[in-house]
């Protein structure tokens, strides 16, 4: 891989002139091409150097970030479970309340139809007694009537038998 690296910062270094690609014909380097070739491989050495150095800030940097992000999840994981634990109570409650409403309102439902049922028979034998007190009042208004023309009669017929009796007969 490096060998590749290598190949490929000389051939851009060639074509910028960097390098000269004339290379005796017996490929014995000169001195000048071997130091061109070291001074190349220096640069190419120092650069990698550098973009490994970079390479590593930005690991560096991108593990803080993570850290400081696992921090804030930790964080805001802990308010979501006080958030939670704020509205669950509430929320047992008002369930709970909710449905002992529920349970009231079916017992309620029947209770309010056999109240209806006996007011409706309260007043049926409310009618029912007022109108027997009714006949009564009549019938003991005739009693009395009766009794009272009962006690005229006897009255006048023991006048009568009275008078009968005082009258001396001639026979």
């Known amino acids: 891989m490096q060998n590749q690296r290598s190949f490929e910062t000389q ?3 060639m074509q910028t002139g960097q390098i000269s690609g004339s290379l005796s014909f017996t490929g014995i380097m000169t001195k000048e091409e071997e130091e061109m070739s070291k001074s190349a491989l220096l640069t190419f ?3 990698e150097e550098e973009i490994q150095k970079k390479k590593m800030e930005v690991k560096e940097r991108v ?3 993570l850290g400081r992000v696992e921090q804030e999840t930790r964080r805001l994981a802990t308010i979501r479970e006080e958030l939670d634990a704020l509205s669950d109570p509430m929320r047992k409650e008002v369930s709970l309340v909710r449905k002992k409403i529920d349970s009231v309102n079916k017992e309620i439902k029947p209770l309010g139809q056999t ?3 006996k007011e409706r028979e309260y ?3 409310l009618e029912a007694f007022e ?3 009714k006949e009564k009042v009549q019938l003991i208004t005739r009693l009395m009537e009766l009794v009272s023309e009962s006690e005229k009669a006897r009255m006048k017929r023991l006048d ?3 008078k009968n009796l005082e009258t001396p007969r001639l026979s």
């Open 160 to 162: 009568e038998l009275s």
């Open 123 to 125: 007043r049926e034998a």
């Open 63 to 65: 593990q803080a970030q």
């Open 131 to 133: 109108e027997k007190n």
């Open 115 to 117: 109240c209806q049922k």
């Open 11 to 13: 051939q851009s270094l």
């Open 45 to 47: 050495r120092a650069k």
